[in-house]
């Protein structure tokens, strides 16, 4: 893949949804976070009859700003930049990325809820809007629970079945098999379209599920913004990590077994971050995450999908 060609300096789709790929809410949550900073609009809105089950994604209802009640439909919304960006190459041919911040105009976000049926004809109709509006690459963002300390950095995996990004990016090819969510179905109808995706992935710690993980969706922004030419403001999610953090070591703390248990945690994850560790047992812990299902979130399967 040639800097001239490179489709992450492109127009880049990033994508991610509630429910099965969405452990701590950290992917739709760094979705909602680019949405709210950046200079975007609704495009394309996919109609919720078409898509959903409304007895497991019920519709909402509250006042909306007129003082009204108004119903809520679960759906997906596709964003544009209100002003789309040029292209800027970079200026060092060995340089993949460089974080300036240049092309936040050409950010295009699709989030939503996972659709309950028809997932071919809704990947289908999003990639059709995704053509129009000439997307050169996609991310797809996903959030696991596993076996992790919050204490240490939230790990991150990223990998794609493109051969041209896996060698670009120097990342992983998933080995994952075994059910999938919406993710990878719109990952292999891109590839099939001609458009390269990459799949990026925080570990949200088990133990911690029932509510958002601000610091997994830092990792994820984090990661993007190593990957994407635009610097993404973080809002208040810093302090709201951090206050995360102390939490759950105030709970900790008053839990012996508890303490124990992420003693043992900091022990495997300071292991795997030895200089000694390869990128292969890297890998080989991602696909345990991937194959744990003992923890269920809120009804909903852990075990997320391969991206």
């Known amino acids: 893949m040639s800097e001239t060609h490179n489709p992450f300096r492109g127009r880049l ?4 949804f509630e429910g099965w790929n969405d452990a701590g809410e950290a992917a739709s949550s760094a979705v909602r976070t680019l949405q709210e900073q950046l200079d975007v609009f609704p495009l394309h809105t996919v109609d919720p009859e078409t898509y959903y089950d409304f007895q497991f994604n019920r519709p909402t209802i509250g006042f909306d700003d007129d003082g009204n009640r108004a119903l809520t439909w679960p759906t997906s919304i596709l964003y544009a930049p209100m002003v789309p960006a040029d292209v800027v190459p970079s200026i060092a041919e060995d340089a993949l990325l460089d974080v300036t911040g240049a092309n936040a105009g050409n950010i295009y976000l699709l989030q939503g809820v996972e659709p309950s049926r028809n997932w071919l004809t809704f990947t289908n109709e999003i ?6 509006a000439d997307i050169s690459a996609i991310v797809l963002l996903g959030s696991m629970l596993a076996d992790v300390p919050h204490t240490r950095p939230i790990s991150t995996f990223v990998s794609s079945e493109n051969a041209g990004v896996r060698h670009s990016l120097e990342v992983e090819r998933s080995t994952y098999e075994g059910p999938v969510g919406i993710l990878s179905v719109i990952a292999a109808a891109a590839e099939e379209a001609d458009i390269p995706t990459l799949a990026i992935w925080a ?10 993980s601000p610091k997994a969706t830092l990792a ?6 190593e990957i994407v030419d635009v ?5 208040e999610l810093v302090e709201e990590a951090a206050t ?24 495997a994850r300071d292991m795997v971050d030895s200089p000694e560790a390869s990128g292969e047992s890297l890998a080989q812990e991602f696909e345990r995450f991937l194959r744990s299902t003992d923890k269920p979130l809120d009804g909903t399967p852990e075990n997320p999908p391969g991206p």
Do not use: C, F, T
């Open 13 to 16: 789709l990033v994508v991610a």
């Open 127 to 132: 990639l059709d809007v995704a053509l129009a």
């Open 203 to 212: 570990s949200v710690p088990h133990y911690v599920h029932q509510g958002p």
């Open 220 to 225: 994820l922004i984090d990661k993007l913004e």
């Open 231 to 235: 610097v993404i403001p973080r809002g």
């Open 244 to 267: 995360w953090e102390e939490n759950i070591n105030k709970l900790a703390s008053e839990d012996e077994d508890m303490s124990a248990y992420i003693a043992q945690l900091e022990q």
